[in-house]
């Protein structure tokens, strides 16, 4: 299983300079190979389909990372307008043709129905203007961690590194990242053993009902508290919107109030974040078996609740909660985007029909229990969820059964 570990790290002010010139590299091979490939691309769509064409000419073949480094990388830095490129390892540029290779077919697949997932739009232009930027080191550019701890990267030095906790195994890759507030980061790509995570079996499963008062409402009766982060922050990050408004488009004061604006944001992102690692860290751990319900996030952030939709990241939660289970041996199921969880009476399986949001408790018309809404979801999200993995679990024949 692939993992990706990630650490700060802080450049010294010639680090910095050097790393922006390695980005700029990068930069100018991507807009360099696509502003070849995309009217390639858009003269072969106007001929139509091959079978079925709409116009007559040749069709032209479309330029591949090989072709494209010779003549992007090895004779342009020859040139006088691109003799620059000797500022970035080859082994980055490269890389960031193979990764125009993959943004174009992840958007051709995405169009055919070969991946999965909403469309994928095709590659643009980058822009020097763009406030994250990235780099990634591969074997063949030899960067290497030092004695004392620091990762030394070819073209920019040996960078300190904040190293909160050992690698598994020795790093294929590593992404030097450089985010919004102006913080860098080292993203390694490390191969760990399946099994050296897995725990041992526990008994108990539990299942989740996801929500805006309440952040979750588990099935065993206990509920998680929506900590809310956004709406708690929205004070400071108003007034660091103004001071940035006021500033005049262009200037160097701009950008340090576009700098304060992103690190507010990004404080809330990383609480957010801490908040979802923690959490499924402790159901995936304690419960062997894991269930969550399927929710429209995309279609309720159109709605007058999209900011508290986007404040509890629910998306990211799920998402942390199935890798974590995988990992760690666990079941992990989603409950189908229609399944009625809140209709049916968790204590005889009675349909009672739709209810208003404003509806918190109810009566079981059928049996008389009387139900909370969302602690009533939950234990019908568990109930579905195991019905899902015992239809998903192989048949074991009976005692009588005659085998082949």
């Not at 650490?7 to 050097?18: A, K, L, M």
Request: hydrophobic fraction near 35%; proline fraction near 6%; aromatic fraction near 8%.
């Amino acid at each position: 299983m692939q993992l990706r570990y990630q650490f700060r790290v802080y450049p010294t002010p010639g680090q910095r300079i050097r790393a922006a010139r390695v980005f700029g590299c990068r930069r100018v091979v991507w807009n360099d190979a696509l502003a070849r490939i995309k009217p390639v691309k858009a003269s072969n769509k106007l001929l139509g389909n091959p079978k079925d064409r709409l116009a007559h000419g040749p069709y032209q073949l479309v330029p591949k990372s090989p072709g494209l480094a010779k003549t992007l990388i090895t004779e342009a830095k020859k040139t006088p307008e691109r003799v620059f490129l000797i500022d970035a390892p080859v082994g980055v540029l490269q890389q960031t043709l193979r990764d125009l290779d993959a943004a174009w077919k992840a958007h051709e697949d995405s169009k055919t129905g070969k991946r999965k997932g909403p469309k994928v739009a095709p590659p643009r232009f980058k822009s020097r203007k763009d406030n994250r930027q990235a780099a990634r080191f591969t074997r063949s550019d030899r960067w290497s961690i030092t004695e004392d701890g620091k990762l030394r990267l070819p073209k920019i030095g040996g960078l300190k590194v904040k190293w909160t906790r050992d690698l598994p195994s020795e790093p294929s890759s590593v992404t030097l990242v450089k985010d919004r507030s102006g913080r860098y980061w080292a993203s390694f790509v490390v191969e760990t053993d399946p099994a050296a995570d897995i725990l041992s079996p526990t008994d108990g499963d539990q299942g989740i009902d996801l929500g805006l008062t309440r952040f979750a409402v588990l099935a065993d009766g206990s509920h998680i508290a929506s900590p809310k982060y956004l709406r708690r922050a929205e004070k400071k990050l108003k007034k660091r919107q103004r001071e940035l408004s006021r500033k005049k488009k262009g200037s160097s004061n701009r950008d340090k109030a576009r700098i304060r604006v992103a690190r507010a944001h990004a404080a809330v992102a990383d609480a957010r974040r801490n908040f979802h690692h923690q959490w499924s860290h402790k159901l995936t751990s304690e419960n062997q078996a894991v269930f969550t319900e399927t929710l429209n996030v995309c279609g309720l952030a159109r709605t007058r609740l999209a900011k508290s939709v986007h404040d509890a990241g629910w998306a990211q939660f799920v998402m942390f909660c199935e890798y974590k289970a995988i990992r760690r041996g666990r079941s992990f199921a989603k409950v189908a985007r229609g399944f009625p969880s809140s209709q049916i009476c968790s204590a005889c399986g009675h349909r009672d029909g739709p209810k208003p949001l404003h509806v918190r408790q109810w009566t079981c018309p059928n049996c008389g229990t009387r139900h909370d809404r969302d602690f009533n979801a939950g234990k019908n999200v568990r109930y579905e969820g195991r019905r899902i993995l015992a239809a998903a679990a192989p048949s074991t024949p009976g005692p009588g059964a005659r085998r082949r």
